[in-house]
């Protein structure tokens, strides 16, 4: 088996696991599964599903995700990016819809790791990535206004526009005891690390708040009221009905799902690398997050993927292996064993507060200014296309079409880098001067000769530079000398451009000759067929080469 396709979990317990990487371990795994209560809590809730089911899906995908993963302290479970997708996904198809594409996701993310699609996602352009990374962030913070500020809703509508306007209307509802309750829950969350980051603000804020709203009798909702009592046992695995009717309907959020799975995770892989000095296995990573959220809907889960926040935090508490993402799923299930059934007395504006600072965190927004300050325009243009396209629109739309604006602005630029010219005219003129062009006295160009120099890629982009270039020359002349020592690429319709040349002046008998083309742009032109039809004596290696053949070409018609 390739070594790449191995879990990491594997390999360390191959090469050898002490009780002093387990007692790491096992620190870091109990810290993490405290932070990562919370957390799985208040992302399920703004997801659109039950509280509950975030546990599930850091339990189950977690542990899994552990053993197969390709990263050695990669924590996984449900994460801030997947809550305005999931949202949306459920107020349109409930949570039988969100289950098929989650499981269809994992089925494309397996199908990405076996293809070693790994390093292919590195290629996501990065004003995409922080445009949608903040549209997200945005979308979050609105969808804890009505409770941070104890709005009475029936329903929060998905879509941001309707959904401040609900607020809106919504307003004389304020509950000021919820405010005060949401105000103080973010200064702890805030505050705490200055006291210590050994226990997450986030959980001190919980259980402080969760005890006083219970002592004082404070009018706020609370996850009994509107959820019921929490569970405190994992659900039996069910299998999934699938209709082909439904997958097609769902086929597309999954696509979604599986790409920002990957992105996330494969982003937090690399953090991880960056701060233990190690290199993760992305293939084996993805087909890992695969088959964690292949098996979260068979437990009522949602999708997961790579936490970033909590994967620092594993490493930062002394984490030495999978061993420790594996605990921290196993302390998740304890805590909701034996205190599942407190979990419902835990106020609403609490785990608001909790999400509008993973909100904040989310934001990027110092990554954003800088792009906006000192980035291309084009640049920015596809910044604020897949920003404002995440919030208003849909993310599967912003990342569609962000990726394309960049790919066309990619293009772009690698068009306005090709250029081509008559070379001709510098070599006699700067021969004038007394000044050597490209090596070559003027008198080495024999007459009836002409040089074009062709710089950068030759591909479809570049073409029409080629064709007006090319114009220059009202008849063509005896032979032709394309210089393409500076081409760095070519692809089927420069082949085909070049084709066209070939044949345009062979008809009237003139000869085209290429002068130093690299192997990319050869073994393209020996699949072709060009090679043969140009002749492999007029493919040579320099200007000096180009015009000895030239010359013999010149006396053999005369």
Excluded at 45 to 58: C, D, F, N, R, W
Excluded at 86 to 97: A, D, L, P, S, T
Aim: charged content about 15%; proline content about 5%.
């Amino acid at each position: 088996m390739n070594k790449r396709l191995i879990p990491k979990s594997f390999s360390i317990l191959r090469e050898g696991y002490s009780a002093h990487d387990f007692s790491s371990d096992l620190v870091a795994g109990i810290i993490v599964g405290i932070i990562a209560l919370p957390l799985a809590i208040a992302f399920a809730i703004a997801s659109g599903v039950k509280p509950e089911q975030g546990l599930y899906t850091a339990i189950i995908a977690g542990f899994v995700i552990a053993v197969f993963g390709g990263s050695r302290t990669q924590v996984s479970g449900p994460t801030g990016a997947f809550i305005v997708i999931v949202y949306g996904i459920v107020q349109q198809h409930g949570y039988e819809g969100l289950a098929v594409a989650t499981l269809l996701a994992g089925i494309l993310l397996v199908l990405m790791g076996l293809a070693r699609m790994g390093v292919l996602l590195r290629f996501i352009p990065y004003p995409v990535t922080v445009g949608f990374t903040s549209g997200i962030a945005v979308i979050i913070f609105s969808s804890q206004v009505h409770d941070m500020l104890g709005l009475q809703m029936t329903s929060v509508p998905a879509e941001f526009i309707e959904k401040w306007s609900a607020f809106g209307a919504a307003m004389s509802t304020f509950n000021s005891y919820a405010l005060a309750v949401g105000v103080v829950a973010l200064g702890i969350i805030v505050g705490w690390p200055y006291v210590t980051k050994r226990i997450p603000g986030s959980l001190v804020a919980i259980l402080l708040l969760t005890a006083a709203t219970q002592v004082l009798h404070l009018p706020v909702e609370t996850i009994g009221s509107r959820f019921g009592e929490v569970p405190n046992h994992l659900p039996a695995p069910v299998l999934r009905s699938l209709s082909w009717p439904l997958i097609v309907k769902m086929f597309s959020p999954a696509v979604t799902l599986a790409l920002l799975a990957a992105l996330e995770s494969l982003l937090s892989a690399v953090v991880a690398d960056g701060m233990m000095g190690t290199r993760h296995r992305s293939n084996m990573e993805l087909i890992a997050q695969g088959i964690g959220n292949i098996l979260s809907p068979m437990f009522n889960g949602i999708p997961a993927t790579g936490a970033i926040a909590r994967t620092a935090a594993n490493i930062k508490n002394g984490a030495r292996t999978p061993v420790a993402a594996m605990i921290h799923a196993v302390v998740l299930l304890l805590i909701m064993m034996l205190c599942g059934h407190w979990a419902a007395l835990i106020p609403m504006p609490v785990l608001a507060a909790i999400l509008v600072h993973v909100s904040y965190n989310m934001s990027e927004w110092r990554a954003f200014t800088k792009l906006v300050r000192t980035s291309p325009r084009g640049d920015v243009a596809v910044l604020f296309a897949t920003f404002l396209l995440t919030v208003f629109i849909d993310l599967t739309v912003a990342i569609q079409v962000g990726v394309v604006l960049a790919a066309f602005l990619f293009l772009q630029r690698m068009s306005n880098a090709t250029q081509v010219g008559l070379l001709t005219r510098d070599i006699q003129e700067n021969a004038l001067e007394g000044d050597d062009a490209v090596g070559l006295p003027a008198q080495a160009i024999p007459k009836g000769v002409e040089v074009f120099q062709i710089q950068g890629s030759l591909f479809f982009g570049a073409i029409e530079q080629f064709k007006d270039a090319m114009q220059q020359v009202e008849e063509p002349p005896k032979v032709l000398v394309i210089e393409m020592r500076s081409v760095i690429g070519i692809d089927a319709t420069g082949l085909q451009a070049l084709d066209d040349l070939h044949k345009r002046i062979k008809r009237k008998g003139s000869t085209l000759i290429l002068s130093g083309p690299h192997s990319q742009p050869v073994v393209a032109m020996q699949q072709s067929g060009f090679l043969d039809a140009v002749g492999e004596d007029n493919i040579v290696g320099s200007l000096d080469e180009a015009f000895e053949r030239a010359h013999r070409l010149l006396e053999s018609r005369t």
